[in-house]
């Protein structure tokens, strides 16, 4: 996907969906018959030059686990 797709198809979207939050999805099947969707919250934007890529991250269960006991 390029950058314009996504800006065109987010332009598009109907005012009242503005306010919604934004994951990153992943999906799979399990045992070749159940389907699973897995949301992770966006939460940092990177532009890489070099590779003319913009980077979408969400944060990893261990990067989690990290910051919980850094401040729990």
């Known amino acids: 996907m390029k950058l314009i797709e996504l800006k065109t198809w987010v332009n598009n979207l109907p005012e009242e969906f503005m306010d919604f939050s934004i994951v990153n999805g992943e999906v799979g099947i399990i045992d070749g018959e159940h389907m699973y969707r897995l949301d992770k919250p966006i939460t940092t934007l990177l532009v890489d030059e070099v590779e003319k890529q913009i980077i979408i991250l969400n944060d990893s269960q261990e990067t989690e ?6 401040n729990g």
């Not at 686990?65 to 850094?70: E, V, Y």
């Open 65 to 70: 686990d990290l910051l919980t006991n850094q």
